[in-house]
């Protein structure tokens, strides 16, 4: 039953996190928000919903290697797995300001972690902090925007559902998210049990790839719509929130213990990674991700989850 269970985890998730960025997007689109804004914040807080749910309920229930393991693993997911692989299925360029302004936040808030983490632990105050931080990141996103003059009301797509409609997909989806998330983090530490594999190498894995399948699937599906802004956008944007959300909540409600081998081996490979995209995206003006990029970067991916499984 716990592999259903798991199973069931991961369908409830994805369909729920689909449904919140339905919402997100309807009432970005009421209030006028552009499409890189609504990538890099609603988009990115949508799909990175289900790992806010999974790494709080790991953390409340016990298993704070699930709950750090999903964020960390998640992040590597989002950069090697998801953009390597949307990147196969199409070239992606990137706009400017991902290289001059998310990607250095995203960095940012990556070595901050690892800087709060290196003591063994997230603190209440640490977790304060990043929630600061996020919320400042937003709004200067946004103002941002409008300060380079761009036209959000042209740019801004009709919203496909009401505002009443957008806040009930929100609230359903929420719930669901709940669910989806005690069925997955619940599954995964009975079958860790079972096969002797530590909660460290399930969260990394297993619960990050399935909290990683909303980007995987938005990504994908923004780059087949030419939705360049969404596609790489909702990636920085959602490890940002990983972090600075994600991290920040949890700890806020429950200081959550770092293990040693994240802090000393996944935490600097996730640093590593953001780096290598980093490199792969430039140069300034025309940075694009180019297939044989989308190659490297899931290699990379592969290479990271042997390792994991060999340590």
């Keep these: 039953m716990d592999y259903i269970y798991l199973l069931l985890g991961f369908v409830i998730l994805l369909y729920s996190g689909d449904l919140l960025v339905k919402g997100g997007v309807a009432l970005a689109s009421h209030f006028k928000v552009s499409t890189l804004v609504v990538g890099v914040t609603v988009v990115s807080f949508g799909t990175s919903a289900p790992e806010l749910f999974v790494s709080l309920d790991a953390a409340l229930t016990g298993s704070p290697d699930i709950s750090i393991g999903n964020v960390v ?5 989002n950069i090697a797995l998801v953009l390597g692989f949307t990147a196969i299925l199409l070239p992606l360029p990137v706009r400017s300001n991902s290289i001059k302004y998310d990607w250095p936040v995203m960095m940012g808030a990556s070595l901050l972690f690892y800087i709060f983490a290196l003591n063994g632990k997230l603190q209440t105050i640490e977790g304060i902090l990043f929630v600061v931080l996020l919320i400042s990141f937003m709004v200067w996103t946004i103002w941002n925007s409008r300060r380079e003059n761009r036209n ?12 009443p409609v957008a806040l009930l997909l929100i609230a359903a989806s929420s719930l669901g998210l709940y669910f989806g998330a005690n069925l997955l983090v619940g599954s995964a530490k ?3 049990i079972d096969f002797g594999v530590s909660e460290r190498v399930i969260g990394l894995t297993i619960v990050a790839f399935g909290t990683s399948v909303p980007e995987l699937a938005t990504s994908a599906v923004a780059a087949y719509k030419k939705e360049m802004d969404i596609s790489i956008g909702n990636i920085i944007g959602s490890n940002i929130f990983n972090i600075l959300g994600v991290l920040g909540v949890t700890s806020i409600i429950k200081n959550i213990r770092v293990s040693a081998e994240i802090i000393s081996f996944d935490a600097l490979y996730m640093l590593a990674v953001s780096v290598l995209l980093f490199l792969l995206i430039l140069p300034l003006k025309k940075g694009k991700l180019h297939r044989w990029k989308g190659v ?11 390792l994991v499984f060999m340590k």
């Design 152 to 163: 959000l009301s042209e740019e801004a797509k009709p919203a496909k559902q009401s505002i």
């Design 296 to 306: 490297l970067l899931l290699s990379s991916y592969l290479f990271y989850v042997y």
């Design 73 to 77: 693993g998640s992040n590597i997911s």
């Design 190 to 192: 009975s079958i860790a």
